[in-house]
């Protein structure tokens, strides 16, 4: 059931998106772009560590055609990659940055360079479409990597290549900088402000460029990065790449002997323990807000960095998630709000879901988020696509896409879904969240009213995990409140199980939980009907997966309360 969102939500939304546009046209940098074109690129000084690793068998790949980015692939047959319809936008994204440029700098031959610097060359002759590199966010990810792959790309080159490679890296920088001062989305200022520090750092010549960047930096840093550590999104997914950059950035300002802001050491150094907090055993990290497959060589190389004697987060008050850990048994839960609608593009209506794992396998998960496919983001995104309960089949988000009634309300979601994407327009208020520590067990609650304005219900749930015997109770409690509390409403609580996890039914009612470890769990519930039904898990590795989750059905007409239990046995 698809749900109508207010219109005055909607209609907030496009008067900040006219006040944005008005300031990007008479704003009073934008009257002057003339101070963009002192900015000369005359040489190259240092080239940036890149944390992400590389793996020199994808060189061969590449020399033979073969593209594959984003869950997608492309063979190219002796033509350049940029001649081809890309099969997918995050395909096209992945190109257009140039990241996989590492991969030929990990095989370390004259092959790999030249094969490297035909194709800079051919983005830097206008092969390929320009509207697909123009984004914020692939330009940030090009800069970063031509800066990083310089010794790749330059090594052999002539003096006329030189040349050519530094002005392009001068003209990205321009453009990037114009992108600041055309208002960008938080996201992509703090992205373009990144890139242009290390453009700043590791070229010589616009050395405007870099003061007026650390600035902005600076001032994104402590506006993005939360106390806790977690950014403002809520996505794990940007904070792992994000400090991917920012950490060679440090060390960047060091080479050249230059002090790093303080903004941004305070916010590695909090980030790094807020990355822990979602981690489990198999090195990846909880399926929550946009994170989908965890590049679990990156997340070690980020972990290293953070000093393994400090007292580890397990509650992160202004990112939304707490943690609880016993022996080799983890729980990560979501107890925050929705993020603001212009940091919320990937976040979920996942309000008090759960993942649980034992060791280095997962038990309970979220489908979460594919690498492409708009539907199927769309559906990832969905609290049905969670671990916790969905009333009337509709999520506890509304997302800007599901308008319908009147032109103008269905005109302005499509005008805004042009500018802003399909953000959240509202979901969850602040979250209500209680921790304690009993003799044995951990204990976390909290409440959400995402249902409250539509189904006058209040949806509270309670974790305790216990060590001995290993176990994990649960507890939801659906409260009626407001005008809509009369009427019933069909409940589901929902338990997506990992693909490796077999689920079959018990004699005595339970459901058994074989797990490919040789352990095996029991689940039970009481106050609901029990049921194993389909379920899929989009951050598979290679993909899409078959799964299965455990369903509670009941009604909820006055106060309902669901017991459940996962015990390994």
Same mark, same amino acid.
């Given at each position: 059931m698809a749900r109508r969102p207010q219109r005055w939500q909607l209609y907030r939304l496009v008067g900040q998106e006219i006040r944005r546009g008005t300031r990007n046209r008479f704003g009073r940098l934008a009257k002057r772009p003339e101070i963009l074109t002192r900015a000369r690129v005359t040489g190259l000084v240092i080239a940036p560590h890149d944390l992400r690793t590389s793996d020199a068998s994808l060189a061969d790949d590449i020399y033979a055609g073969l593209f594959v980015f984003a869950g997608r692939s492309l063979v190219v047959s002796g033509r350049s990659p940029f001649d081809y319809d890309p099969p997918s936008p995050e395909w096209a994204d992945? !190109?257009?940055?140039? *990241?996989?440029?590492?991969? /030929? $700098?990990? #095989?370390?031959?004259? &092959?790999? =360079?030249?094969?490297? @610097?035909a194709f800079v060359s051919d983005f830097m002759s206008g092969r390929g479409d320009p509207a697909r590199a123009r984004p914020v966010p692939v330009a940030t990810r090009?800069?970063?990597?031509?800066?990083?792959?310089?010794?790749?790309?330059?090594?052999?080159?002539?003096?006329?290549?030189?040349?050519?490679?530094?002005?392009?890296?001068?003209?990205?920088?321009?453009?990037?900088?114009?992108?600041?001062?055309?208002?960008?989305?938080?996201?992509?200022?703090?992205?373009?402000?990144?890139?242009?520090?290390?453009?700043? !750092?590791?070229?010589? *010549?616009?050395?405007?460029? /870099? $003061?007026? #960047?650390?600035?902005? &930096?600076? =001032?994104?840093?402590? @506006?993005?990065?939360?106390?806790?550590?977690?950014?403002?999104?809520?996505?794990?997914?940007?904070?792992?790449?994000?400090?991917?950059?920012?950490?060679?950035?440090?060390?960047?300002?060091?080479?050249?002997?230059?002090?790093?802001?303080?903004?941004?050491?305070?916010?590695?150094?909090?980030?790094?323990?807020?990355?822990?907090?979602?981690?489990?055993?198999?090195?990846?990290?909880?399926?929550f807000n946009g994170m989908g497959v965890t590049a679990a060589d990156h997340l070690a190389t980020l972990l290293v960095y953070d000093g393994a004697g400090t007292e580890p987060l397990m509650y992160a008050?202004?990112?939304?998630?707490?943690?609880?850990?016993?022996?080799?048994?983890?729980?990560?839960?979501?107890?925050?709000?929705?993020?603001?609608?212009?940091?919320?593009?990937?976040?979920?209506?996942?309000?008090?879901?759960?993942?649980?794992?034992?060791?280095?396998?997962?038990?309970?998960?979220?489908?979460?988020?594919?690498?492409?496919?708009?539907?199927?983001?769309?559906?990832?995104?969905?609290?049905?696509?969670h671990s916790t309960a969905t009333v009337a089949d509709t999520s506890s988000c509304r997302f800007l896409g599901e308008t319908t009634g009147p032109w103008g309300a269905r005109f302005a979601t499509a005008w805004l879904l042009k500018r802003r994407g399909p953000v959240v327009l509202s979901g969850p208020g602040p979250v209500a969240v209680e921790r304690r520590t009993e003799p044995g067990s951990s204990v976390l609650a909290a409440r959400h009213d995402g249902y409250l304005a539509d189904f006058g219900i209040i949806h509270e749930r309670r974790w305790t995990l216990s060590s001995a015997p290993e176990a994990l109770e649960g507890e939801d409690a659906f409260l009626r409140?407001?005008?809509?509390?009369?009427?019933?409403?069909?409940?589901?609580?929902?338990?997506?199980?990992?693909?490796?996890?077999?689920?079959?039914?018990?004699?005595?009612?339970?459901?058994?939980?074989?797990?490919?470890?040789?352990?095996?769990?029991?689940?039970?519930?009481?106050?609901?009907r029990l049921a194993i039904e389909e379920s899929v898990y989009f951050a598979g590795v290679v993909g899409a997966r078959r799964t299965a989750q455990i369903v509670l059905h009941l009604t909820v007409a006055e106060e309902a309360r669901v017991r459940w239990r996962i015990e390994r046995v």
């Open positions: 992945a !190109l257009y940055g140039f *990241g996989w440029l590492r991969h /030929l $700098r990990a #095989a370390d031959t004259a &092959l790999a =360079r030249a094969n490297a @610097r090009r800069m970063i990597s031509f800066l990083c792959q310089s010794p790749l790309v330059l090594e052999g080159a002539d003096h006329a290549f030189y040349q050519a490679f530094l002005k392009s890296v001068g003209r990205g920088a321009r453009e990037l900088e114009l992108s600041l001062r055309r208002s960008a989305p938080p996201q992509s200022r703090l992205l373009a402000a990144v890139a242009l520090t290390y453009a700043g !750092l590791c070229c010589e *010549g616009i050395e405007a460029i /870099l $003061r007026r #960047a650390t600035r902005i &930096l600076v =001032r994104e840093l402590d @506006r993005q990065i939360l106390p806790d550590g977690g950014h403002r999104s809520r996505d794990p997914r940007f904070a792992m790449e994000l400090l991917l950059d920012l950490l060679p950035l440090r060390q960047s300002f060091l080479s050249r002997s230059v002090d790093p802001p303080e903004a941004l050491l305070r916010a590695v150094d909090r980030m790094l323990p807020a990355l822990r907090l979602l981690r489990h055993g198999d090195a990846s990290l909880s399926h008050p202004h990112s939304g998630y707490a943690r609880l850990e016993t022996g080799r048994v983890v729980v990560v839960c979501d107890v925050g709000a929705a993020p603001p609608p212009a940091q919320s593009r990937n976040a979920g209506a996942g309000c008090l879901s759960f993942e649980l794992s034992s060791g280095a396998q997962r038990i309970v998960v979220n489908c979460g988020m594919p690498a492409s496919g708009d539907e199927l983001r769309r559906m990832a995104r969905s609290t049905a696509a409140e407001g005008r809509h509390a009369s009427r019933p409403r069909a409940v589901a609580v929902r338990f997506h199980l990992h693909t490796s996890v077999a689920a079959g039914t018990e004699p005595e009612g339970g459901i058994t939980l074989a797990l490919p470890t040789g352990e095996r769990w029991l689940f039970t519930a009481d106050g609901a």
